[in-house]
């Protein structure tokens, strides 16, 4: 089962915004890059982006990226998304709401197993500061 809707990051400029705001920690598989979604002043001057801004900024919204230099198979590629996916939904009511945050999937994750996903998702996420208790 995929994450809901309200707690994926979709589209390209939220990637983006992400990418080059957002904080980044790395382990052996995985790097994780995570942004606080802040309402800024030029947002609130819409009321339309205002709306759009505030109905999205309690949510938590996780992208995942992999790249086909982790596995040429895109069945390889999709196994290690749905971990990922079921992993995240594990963490999703300890993480703080209001956070974009973005795992991309390195080269040697192809021989990870999920234990070993768990792991080093859980140490990258309290690294970050953003589970809650943490």
Avoid at 1 to 18: I, K, P
Avoid at 20 to 41: D, E, M, T, Y
């Amino acid at each position: 089962m995929a994450l809901s809707q309200a707690n994926r990051l979709r589209y390209w400029r939220d990637f983006q915004t992400v990418y080059q705001k957002g904080n980044r920690l790395s382990s052996r598989c995985l790097s994780l890059r995570c942004l606080q979604n802040q309402p800024s002043a030029a947002d609130s001057s819409s009321p339309r982006a205002w709306a759009f801004n505030n109905k999205h900024e309690s949510n938590t919204r996780i992208g995942i990226s992999i790249s086909q230099k982790v596995s040429k198979k895109a069945v390889i590629r999709n196994r290690i998304k749905r971990q990922l996916q079921a992993i995240m939904r594990q963490f999703l009511p300890r993480i703080s709401p209001g956070w974009d945050i973005v795992i991309v999937v390195r080269p040697g994750a192809k021989e990870c197993d999920y234990a070993r996903f768990l792991r080093e998702l859980k140490q990258l996420l309290v690294e970050a500061e953003v589970l809650n208790g943490h």
